[in-house]
């Protein structure tokens, strides 16, 4: 990692406006400039730099940060390689510590390594007589040459060392062959063999376009019909998005990305025009995949084949999305149907109506459910009190349970109610029997709640869930603004409110770290403090706060009246919530009606009702 004196010297002397010239035309307004996101499509400016602090913040797609985060975002670099370039433009010296340098010069190796290999399974798919039957395939498969050359298909040859022999003439040793998973040791350990065999080539690269690692399609008889590099410094499969350093543009311009499961789904939309499409690598959806994508875009639009395993895997996995802050909706393709073949055989114009069409996560999920339970027989009510047990937040269970009985119920009043009083029963059982913990920890405390503090679940889910609305977000931007602001301020809403009373997770986060520099008396040191956190969001957040107007302050009250919105959109969140989880336990049969606990509850309901409004 590059030391804190060389991070500071390149914020305190890049010229932001300067660097972010070069990739967006900035007009002047006031102290600060405007321009087109260059990460989001729009046409009117939103983007706004501030060379008086460093900063620069889209109030569009909410991207932000100072020169750094720029550079990385624009190239798609890491941290280091953006802070290495920097420097490198302003003439500052920075050399690496010894363990470092190995480490680079070991990476470049074998960047050099798949370099050349790249170049080699190209001429072996475009110039031999061996590669004629990779041609057929992607002559079978609709693939332009011109498309197979943008994404650099090669073959490997069918023999056993073919690349290893070339690699030797051109001065590879096996040792790098081996570290790039290019070649590996026979069963007996007697020899190096090429891992590559009969296999079309797609190279897999990074965000920069530099090749990172390849993966194999079978053209022969192989137990294996895709085959990929294995785990090395380069690579890891988890990590990776195939075609990312090609979508990159059009997934700023479009602000989503279309995620597929294959190579040859990837390929094919993007030569119908849906450059905006990557592939996971043949493994589930994970926090890795989704982490590398919110670096990029807050939408995501899944196109998997309805019955794949990876499909199944998403949907159990939806709370992914929801840490990521991140939109997701599924294209309805039709069963059994993937979006290579679908292309081939209905066209893009089709693809793109289903795009249009493309349902968001709870919509989905029940359709899909229905497609292999069409009513609501024993096992279709199993498999519906799993989905809804996926469920962390009771008011999206709840939506997700009335949408599945109406499309049970086929419109009908008189079935409707029933098959909600049914899904309930299921669920409730299902959660004595497998979830007893969870039942109990959703069971109400026995302290009476006068005035009562905000609860953690109802928290979380209200920051994880649903946009706050806009009045209330505004109020508590225009407090954390004064707050990173103006020191005055920032104490006089500290003595009036905790960090952890603001709503949205990164805003407490926010608040904290000011309450920190207040008694540490480095109040003028916040910027420097969150840039140096390696947070993201956090330093996204602090961006466009530190952009935002402070006129609202000269109006009369006007930090107490923000902050009594957001105790009295606390309050009722709080009560709404409650009411909602009571309906279900007493729909469900959790409690009676002479439960001690329903009357415990009743009281403290009413408490918050009767509490100032």
């Not at 390689?81 to 680079?104: S, T, Y």
């Not at 069409?374 to 008011?395: N, R």
């Not at 669920?427 to 029997?433: G, N, V």
């Not at 954390?480 to 905790?498: F, G, K, P, Y």
């Amino acid at each position: 990692m590059p030391s804190s004196d060389i991070v500071r010297l390149i914020r305190e002397n890049a010229n932001l406006v300067a660097v972010v010239e070069a990739y967006v035309r900035l007009t002047p307004s006031g102290k600060n400039y405007k321009g087109l996101c260059p990460f989001h499509s729009e046409k009117t400016p939103s983007f706004y730099v501030s060379p008086e602090k460093g900063l620069w913040h889209c109030f569009g797609c909410g991207a932000g940060g100072d020169v750094i985060d720029f550079v990385q975002r624009i190239e798609g670099l890491t941290f280091s390689e953006a802070v290495a370039r920097l420097a490198r433009q302003l003439g500052l010296r920075w050399e690496l510590p010894p363990a470092a340098q190995r480490e680079a010069w070991a990476r470049e190796r074998l960047l050099q390594v798949n370099r050349w290999a790249t170049e080699f399974f190209e001429r072996a798919l475009w110039a031999s007589e061996a590669g004629e039957r990779a041609r057929q395939y992607l002559f079978q498969r609709q693939i332009s040459h011109a498309t197979a050359r943008r994404f650099r298909l090669g073959y490997a040859p069918p023999s056993w060392d073919a690349l290893l022999k070339a690699a030797t003439e051109a001065r590879f040793s096996p040792h790098d062959l081996a570290q790039a998973g290019l070649i590996q040791r026979t069963r007996d350990g007697s020899r190096y063999v090429d891992r590559f065999r009969d296999r079309l080539m797609f190279p897999i690269a990074d965000p920069q376009g530099d090749v990172v690692g390849f993966g194999g399609r079978a053209l022969g008889d192989s137990d294996v019909k895709y085959l990929n590099t294995p785990e090395t410094p380069l690579f890891q499969k988890r990590k990776c998005l195939y075609a990312l350093h090609l979508a990159l543009p059009a997934i700023r311009e479009k602000g989503e990305v279309i995620l597929v499961e294959g190579y040859m789904d990837a390929i094919a939309l993007h030569q119908a025009g849906f450059s905006n499409t990557v592939a996971t690598l043949g493994t589930a959806l994970n926090a890795d995949t989704l982490q590398t994508l919110r670096r990029y875009t807050q939408r995501v639009l899944i196109a998997y084949d309805s019955d794949s395993a990876g499909l199944n895997a998403v949907l159990r996995g939806a709370d992914l999305f929801r840490q990521h802050e991140i939109e997701v909706r599924f294209v309805p393709l039709p069963e059994g149907s993937d979006p290579d073949e679908f292309l081939r055989e209905q066209g893009a114009a089709a693809f793109r109506q289903l795009l249009d069409h493309a349902e968001p996560l709870i919509r989905f999920r029940v359709r899909w459910l229905v497609q292999r339970h069409p009513d609501a027989t024993e096992e279709g009510l199993k498999a519906a009190v799993k989905i809804l047990s996926d469920f962390t937040d009771p008011i999206e269970q709840r939506e997700c349970l009335r949408l599945l009985a109406k499309m049970w119920s086929g419109d009908r009043p008189e079935r409707l109610e029933a098959l909600e009083a049914a899904l309930m029963r299921a669920l409730a059982e299902y959660q004595r029997r497998f979830a007893p913990s969870a039942s109990l920890a959703s069971r109400p405390s026995s302290r009476p709640m006068h005035n009562p503090p905000f609860p953690d679940p109802i928290r979380l889910s209200l920051t994880t869930s649903s946009p706050l609305p806009p009045g209330i977000l505004a109020a508590e931007q225009d407090l954390m603004a004064a707050m990173v602001q103006d020191r005055e301020a920032a104490h006089r809403i500290l003595s009036q409110m905790t960090p952890d009373e603001f709503l949205l997770t990164e805003h407490r986060d926010l608040a904290r770290l000011v309450q920190g520099c207040l008694e540490e008396q480095g109040f003028a040191d916040l910027p420097l403090l969150v840039a140096e956190l390696g947070d993201e969001k956090l330093r996204q957040t602090l961006s466009g706060l530190m952009l935002r107007d402070l006129s609202f302050l000269k109006a009369r009250n006007a930090i107490e009246d923000r902050i009594l919105r957001l105790r009295r959109y606390r309050q009722r969140e709080v009560l709404q919530r409650q009411e909602a989880e009571l309906m279900r336990k007493i729909s469900s049969g959790q409690l009676s009606r002479d439960d001690p606990l329903l009357k415990m509850w009743q009281e403290n309901l009413r408490a918050l009702k009767l509490s100032p409004r």
